[in-house]
Nanobody, 126 residues
Framework: QVQLEESGGGLVQAGDSLRLSCAVS????????MAWFRQAPGKGREFVAA????????YYADSVKGRFTISRDNARSTVYLQMNSLRPEDTAVYYC???????????????????WGQGTQVTVSS
């Protein structure tokens, strides 16, 4: 089993920055795909960013490209989401997800991920 725990959410103003963290514990494949998704009230879970299979290739939703950066610290077993130039439309609960078997074409599909954290709220005021 893999456990994921997000932290770092909060209330910020438009244009501010936040860094989310996802602490990974438990039995993990050496090369899981790690991703961030978000869910705004009344909407479905939306792909934000991913690191594919423990490598350095990163993938982003068009809505966050150039503003958000996903990274990992293997020594700390932690994945980060640096969010800059935040906008009110970025307001959502942000979830960390992991999976060891999904293929690249499924990287943005929430149902393909086996492991999820509890989520952390990000609220951006205008």
């Amino acid at each position: 089993q893999v456990q994921l725990e997000e932290s770092g959410g909060g209330l910020v103003q438009a244009g501010d920055s936040l860094r989310l963290s996802c602490a990974v514990s438990g039995r993990t494949s050496s090369r899981p795909t790690m991703a961030w998704f978000r869910q705004a009230p009344g909407k479905g879970r939306e792909f934000v960013a991913a690191l594919f299979r423990g490598g350095t290739n990163t993938y982003y939703a068009d809505s966050v490209k150039g503003r958000f950066t996903i990274s990992r610290d293997n020594a700390r077993s932690t994945v980060y989401l640096q969010m800059n130039s935040l906008r009110p439309e970025d307001t959502a609960v942000y979830y960390c997800a992991a999976d060891s078997r999904l293929i690249l074409s499924s990287i943005a599909t929430a149902t393909q991920y086996d492991y999820w954290g509890q989520g952390t709220q990000v609220t951006v005021s205008s």
